[in-house]
C-alpha cells in the first residue's frame, strides 16, 4: 500500500494519429519520451509476420508499425479511436476509407472486431496495444513500474466510448483514475503558470475529433460552462479529402486504379498528409508519386486551393463553438481568451475560422498557442493526475468541475425520450426516477437509457436496456420502483434500483447495447498479459542473442591480435570452450543460460583483454605522439565486447 | 457552516468514533467525510427553505464544499469514502444546478414544501409539456400557432414570406415580454412566501403554481419562433 501511495499517476493522451505520456516533475507537467527520443507514439499497431517457427505473431507500436503501413498494410491498424464504443454498422461505414476491415462473421449487436493478418481485435484491444507501449515508456523512465493513469478523452464522447477507453485501461494493465476531456486537460495545462480568473473558450481540432469547452476559472476551479463538438471531424477528414482527389486524378489521367492496391494508397495518403503539413507554412505544396506502371503523378496544391477545399469540414466547427456559447449563455465577447489545441489548429485557415468565430482580431486579441498544440492535452492530463495523486503543492489548490456533454433520457411510451439529465450538467450528476406496473403481478419492468439531444428514441444512442426483475407480485401501478440514473466524474452511468413499497433492491439486468461485459475485459486482460509475458521473453531473448553474437565476432578476431600469443595454451583452450558453449547456447530459447554463458566467455577472455591493453599501451610509448597513440589505443584497447570495458590505470 | 437540524440523533464517526450531528458531511472532530444523509438541495448548502437566494454566496459555498468532497480527492481514500464522495459530489450538484436556476429553485421547492399541489406543477408534467393555455391567451396563440404552420409549409416550399416573418417576430417578442411579466410576478411571491407567514403562503403558493404553469407554456412558444426563425 504504502509503495502504491509513493508510485508515479502518468497522464496520457490517447489520440487518433498520436500518442503520449507525460507526468509531473515537481511543479511542472513533462512529456516522457520513447527509446527513439520521440515525444510522440504514433497511434499505430501492427502484427509482426507469422514467426517461421510458428506461435503467435508479436505486436509493435508506433514509428515501427507506422513502418509497416506500406509494406503489409492488412496487418497494420491506425486511427482506432475512431471506432471506440461504436457498433458494427457505424464502424462497417467508417472502415469505408481505411484499409482494414471487420471479421467477417460479426453480426449485429456484437463488439466490432477487426481483422488483422491472421488475428482479430476489438478497438479497445488495439488501444491497449497503445496504452502497454506508453506504459513500457513510462516504466523504462522511471525505473519503476506504472500502474496508474489518468487518460484524456474527447469531451463529446458518449458513455460507451468512455467505457470502451476505460476497458482498454484495464486491457494495458492500468488503473485509470480518470477519464478527463481533451479540452479540459489543456485548459489546466494552459491555466497551471498564469493564476487566472475568466473565460476561455478551448478549441480542439485533432486528427479525428473536434470538441469546443468553455470554462470559467476562480480561485483554481476550473467549471466547465458547456461543451459539443463532434466526434467524427479532424485531419482525418482533410487527409482523406486529398487522398480522394489523388485518387480521382491518378485513376482519370493515367488509368491506374489505386484504391485495390492498399500499400499505394498508404504511400498517397502519407503524401497528403506530407503535403497539408506543408501548407500550413507554405504557398503551395506538391504531389510527386511514381504509380505501378512506371507513370508519374505530379500536382502542385496552391494554398488557396487547399483552403477551399477544406473549407466545408472546418465549417463544421462553427456549429458546435455557437451552440456551447449559447448553453453557457455568453456571447462571443465575453469569452476573455481563446486556446487552440490539436496538431490540425497549426492549418491558418482554422485559425482564421477561430478568430472570427469568437470575435479575436476585433478586440485585440489573439488564439493562445504558446504551448505545443501536440502536447497540451498530455500535459493538462499529467496535472490532473498531480491533482489526484495530491502531492505536488502546485495542483494543491486546484479542482476540475467537468460536465456531461449530452443529455441522458428514458425512452417513453410512443418512442419519445424524456430527459432526467440535461447536457451540460456538472458531473457527477444524478437523476431519480419512479416506474411502476402495467399489468397485475408484473415482476420485470424494461427500461431503456439513451443520450443524446433528439426527441426521439430511434434518433437517439442507446445506452442499455435495464430490466428491473423480482417485483413482488401486486396489482398493476402499485409498485412503486425507484430508479437511481448516477454519471460519475468519468462521465459513465451507473443506475441502481428499489422497489420501495417492499423496500426491495430490485435486481438489474443490465444489457449494454455497445461495449463489451465484464467478463469479456477480464478474458481481454489474461490474453493481452499472455502475449505481453510472450512479447516481452521474446525481446529479452533477442537482446541475448544480439549481445552473444556481438562478443563471438570478438573473440572470434582475437587470434589476430598480438597479444593473443602471449596467452597460455591452457588460456587459449578455456577461452575456445567457453566460445563454443555460448555458440551453442545461443541456438536456444534458453534467456537465462545465454547471459550465464556470455559472463562465462567475458570471465575467460578477461586477462587477454589486459594483455591487449598493454601491447596497446607499449606500442604507444615506443616514439609516437601522443595523440597518435591515443587512437591507436582507442582503436585497439576495445575489449572484446561492451561489457568488458577496458580500464585504464 | 453546517445546519443542525434540531431533533437530530447523534451518531458516531466511523473512523474516530466521536459522536457528532447526524447531517454533518465531514466528522468535526477528525474531519472524514461521513456516510451521505440524503438531505434536500437546500440543506447540503446549509440554506433555509426560501425563495432569494444570494447567488454570490451559493457559488462561493460551491466551491468550497467541491473542494472538499469531490472524488478528485478521495483518489486514495477507502471504497467506502470514494462512494460517499460520490453520492454526496452528485448531490451537491445537482443542488446547486437547481437553486441557481431561479424557475427550478421555484419548482423545486413548491414541490418540497407543497406536496400534491407543487407536484403535478414540477413533477412528472414538466416533460409531458401539458401546460394548460391562459385563458386569455386562447384566441392569440391559437392565430399563432396557424401562422407557425404557414411558416413551416413555406419553408419548406423554399419560399420566403417576409409579413408573415414580421408578424412572428412581433409575437415573439410579445410573448418575451410576457415571459418577463411573469418573472416579475414570481419574484414579488417569492418574497411574500419567504416572510414565513402562514396564513400569506398558501395563496402565494398557488399563485406561483400557476405562474410556472403560463411560464412553462409561454417559453415553448417562443423556443418553437425562435427555431422557426433562427435559420
Known sequence: MAEAERAVVVGIDLGTTNSLVAYMEGDRPVVIPGVDGSNLVPSVVALDPVPAAGGRPTVTVGNSARKALIETPERVIYSVKRLMGRDVEEVRTELKLFPFRLADDIEAGEVPRIQLGEMRFTPPEISAYILRQLKRNAERFFGAQVTQAVITVPAYFNDAQRQATKDAGRMAGLEVLRLVNEPTAAALAYGLDRAKEGTIAVYDLGGGTFDISILKLRDGIFEVQSTNGDTHLGG?????????????EIHAEHGVELRTHPGAVQALRKAAIDAKIRLSTEPAARFDIELPNGDRYQREIPRTVFESLIEPVLARTAGPCKQ?????????????????????????????????????SARGKKPHTELNPDEVVALGAAVQAGILAGESKTTDDMLLLDVTPLSLGIEQLGGTVARIIQRNSTIPASATEHFTTGVDGQA????????????????????????????????????????????????????????????????IE????????????????????????????????IEARNEADAILAAVGRAPQNSAWNDLSAEEQ????????????????????????????????????????????????????????????????????????????? | MLKVIENAVPVACWSCSVAHNESTLFCPDCSKIQPPTGGD?????????????????????????????????????????????????ALLNDAYRTLRDPLRRTEYLLKL????????????????????VPADLLEEVFDFNMQLEEMRMSKKMGQEDLELKESLRLAMDKFKGMVDAVDRDLRAHWTVWDAGDAVARHPAQRAMVALLDQRRYLSNLVRDVTEILGD
Not at chain 1, 409498485?479 to 428499489?498: T, Y
Not at chain 2, 457559488?59 to 469514502?81: C, I, K, M, V, Y
Request: net charge negative.
Open chain 1, 510 to 541: 443490465v444489457k449494454p447495447t455497445y461495449g463489451l461485459t465484464d467478463e469479456q475485459v477480464e478474458n481481454m486482460i489474461l490474453d493481452s498479459f499472455d502475449h505481453a509475458e510472450e512479447d516481452f521473453s521474446k525481446r529479452l531473448l
Open chain 1, 236 to 248: 482525418d477528414d482533410i487527409d482523406n479529402l486529398l487522398l480522394a482527389i489523388a485518387l480521382d
Open chain 2, 113 to 132: 414544501e407543497g406536496g400534491e399541489l407543487g407536484a403535478t406543477a414540477a413533477g412528472d408534467k414538466d416533460r409531458e409539456n401539458i401546460a394548460r
Open chain 1, 444 to 507: 420485470n419492468v424494461a427500461i431503456h437509457v439513451l443520450q443524446g439531444e433528439r426527441e426521439l428514441a430511434a434518433d437517439c444512442r442507446s445506452l442499455a436496456r435495464f430490466d428491473l426483475k423480482g417485483i413482488p407480485p401486486m396489482a398493476a401501478g402499485l409498485p412503486r420502483i425507484e430508479v437511481r440514473f448516477l454519471i460519475d466524474a468519468d462521465g459513465i452511468l451507473h443506475v441502481s434500483a428499489r422497489e420501495q413499497r417492499s423496500g426491495k433492491a430490485a435486481e
Open chain 2, 41 to 89: 438541495f437546500f440543506s447540503i448548502f446549509g440554506l433555509e427553505h426560501r425563495l432569494n437566494i444570494d447567488l454570490s454566496a451559493l457559488e462561493q459555498e460551491f466551491h468550497r464544499l467541491s473542494r472538499r468532497l469531490h472524488p478528485d480527492r478521495f483518489t486514495r481514500a477507502s471504497e467506502n469514502e470514494k462512494e460517499w464522495s460520490l453520492a454526496d459530489t
Open chain 1, 573 to 649: 583452450t578455456r577461452i575456445a570452450a567457453a566460445r563454443d558453449r555460448l555458440t551453442m547456447v545461443k541456438q536456444t530459447p534458453n534467456v537465462a543460460a545465454i547471459s550465464q554463458a556470455i559472463v562465462a566467455l567475458d570471465k575467460a577472455t578477461r586477462h587477454f583483454a589486459e594483455l591487449m591493453m598493454d601491447a596497446a599501451v607499449s606500442s604507444a610509448i615506443r616514439g609516437k605522439t601522443m595523440n597518435e597513440a591515443g587512437e591507436e589505443v582507442n582503436e585497439a584497447v576495445t575489449a572484446p565486447h561492451d561489457f568488458a570495458p577496458a580500464e585504464f590505470k
Open chain 1, 324 to 360: 456551447a456559447m449559447a448553453d453557457a449563455g455568453l456571447a462571443p465577447e465575453q469569452i476573455d481568451e481563446v486556446v487552440l489545441v490539436g496538431g490540425s489548429t497549426r492549418i491558418p485557415a482554422v485559425r482564421t475560422l477561430a478568430d472570427e468565430l469568437f470575435h479575436l
